[in-house]
C-alpha cells in the first residue's frame, strides 16, 4: 500500500515538473517571435506576417494554460491524488496550442 501512494505523489510531481519545462520553452520562443515582431515593426514594414502574430499569441496562451496546469496539480498535491479529466484535458490543451504555435512559427519561416 506504501508503495501506492508514493507513485500517486509522484504523478504530480512529474507533470508540475514537464508543465515547468513547458513554461520555459514556450516563454523563450513567444519571447524570440516578440523580438523579431519588434524588429520588424521598428524597421517600417507596413504588414506584419499573420503567422508570426498567430505564434507569439498561441506561445503565451500555452504559457497562460501551463501555469493554470501547475496551479490546479499543485493544489491537488496529496497522497491521494488521481489524475482527473481536467488534467488530461489541460495536459492536451498545452500540447495542441504548442504544436500549433510551432506550425505557426515553421509557416511563418517558410513563407
Do not use: Y
Not at 5 to 25: D, F, T, V
Not at 58 to 73: C, D, E, G, K, P
Not at 100 to 108: E, R, T
Request: proline letters at 1%.
Amino acid at each position: 500500500m506504501n508503495t501506492i501512494q508514493k507513485s500517486n505523489i509522484e504523478i504530480p510531481r512529474e507533470l508540475i515538473s514537464w508543465s515547468r519545462w513547458m513554461i520555459g520553452i514556450n516563454f523563450s520562443a513567444g519571447t524570440g517571435c516578440v523580438v523579431v515582431f519588434r524588429d520588424i515593426k521598428s524597421s517600417g514594414a507596413d504588414t506584419i506576417s499573420f503567422w508570426l502574430m498567430n505564434a507569439i499569441i498561441l506561445f503565451t496562451l500555452t504559457v497562460l494554460t501551463s501555469v493554470i496546469f501547475n496551479l490546479l496539480l499543485s493544489m491537488e498535491l496529496g497522497n491521494d491524488f488521481t489524475l482527473k479529466n481536467k488534467h488530461r484535458f489541460l495536459g492536451g490543451l498545452q500540447l495542441t496550442l504548442f504544436s500549433m504555435a510551432l506550425f505557426s512559427l515553421v509557416k511563418w519561416i517558410v513563407a
